[in-house]
């Protein structure tokens, strides 16, 4: 939970970076309570979290949503490159284990045809706006606008090595908050790197997939370190307390800046008169 609660501050720090090159000076308050909010309103409806992050940004700094949801999907862009450094990482120390793995269990060229597929869709769709003249063509072009200059902050900023370490520090603090938690039991004491880095990954993507992983958190674990033959148990009690420690967290937070958010800033607007 600590490394967790560290993780989720420097996220709300590196915020500020990506909004700077914009000319918005937020405060940290509520990039702190934005990010909580929306971690929380991600258990109702997945990545519904990150719209109302620059919806509260809007109300109560004044930054276009558009413009606030671009930095946000940066950020995501961000996080996807640290992502596939830890598959990456995780595909070098555990290679040949993994690959024959999924042979065994999906078939490759199928789902590599599907991705093809989808992403000719989407291209053939943004070619459509883009020469349509159309009232909805147009307001998706203004919002694409805004979301664009919002992710190339990113390359905009003056503290980019404070970005890079404050993202670094984010994932880090992500694998050691998943790494220390197995020190809890007896039978997950000598957890091998590679089922560390698998397990983070498999959690990783079913918090992504579902309402904060709810109910499919342990299972994808269990499923997950018993590619290494750790039992059942062990596993799906370590996903629970994994998953349980970090929503418990998430929704005292969460619920906190949702109330204090509006008491916060009328009382800096009222210092600011």
């Known amino acids: 939970m600590f490394f967790g609660f560290l993780s989720h501050l420097s996220r709300a720090y590196r915020w500020l970076f990506m909004l700077e090159p914009m000319g918005y000076k937020i405060r940290f308050g509520n990039s702190v309570m934005a990010i909580f909010s929306a971690y929380l309103i991600n258990y109702t409806i997945p990545r519904a979290g990150e719209i109302a992050r620059a919806t509260i940004l809007t109300n109560y700094e004044e930054v276009p949503f558009q413009k606030g949801f671009g930095t946000i999907v940066a ?3 961000a ?4 992502m596939f450094s830890v598959v990456f990482i995780t595909l070098f120390l555990q290679f040949d284990f993994i690959y024959g793995f999924l042979i065994e269990k999906f078939n490759l060229p199928k789902i590599a045809i599907g991705f093809v597929l989808l992403a000719f869709l989407i291209f053939m769709f943004f070619k459509f706006i883009k020469n349509s003249n159309s009232r909805i063509a147009l307001k998706i072009k203004t919002f694409v606008s805004g979301l664009i200059e919002g992710i190339f902050s990113i390359f905009k900023m003056k503290k980019k090595w404070a970005f890079i370490f404050h993202t670094l520090f984010i994932w880090v603090m992500y694998i050691l908050m998943f790494y220390v938690t197995s020190f809890a039991f007896e039978d ?7 089922a560390v880095f698998v397990g983070f990954i498999a959690g990783s993507f079913s918090i992504a997939a579902t309402n904060g992983g ?9 499923a997950a370190l018993s590619i290494f033959n750790i039992p059942e148990e062990p596993s799906i009690a370590f996903g629970w307390i994994m998953w349980s420690a ?3 967290m998430i929704i005292i937070f969460g619920a906190i800046s949702l109330m204090c958010l509006p008491i916060y800033n009328r009382k800096n607007n009222l210092e600011t008169r």
């Open 75 to 77: 950020e995501r862009m």
């Open 79 to 82: 996080d996807l490159i640290m």
């Open 188 to 194: 997950l004491g000598n957890l091998p790197i590679g």
């Open 214 to 222: 709810i109910g499919s958190y342990p299972l994808v674990i269990y």
């Open 246 to 248: 970090q929503t418990i």
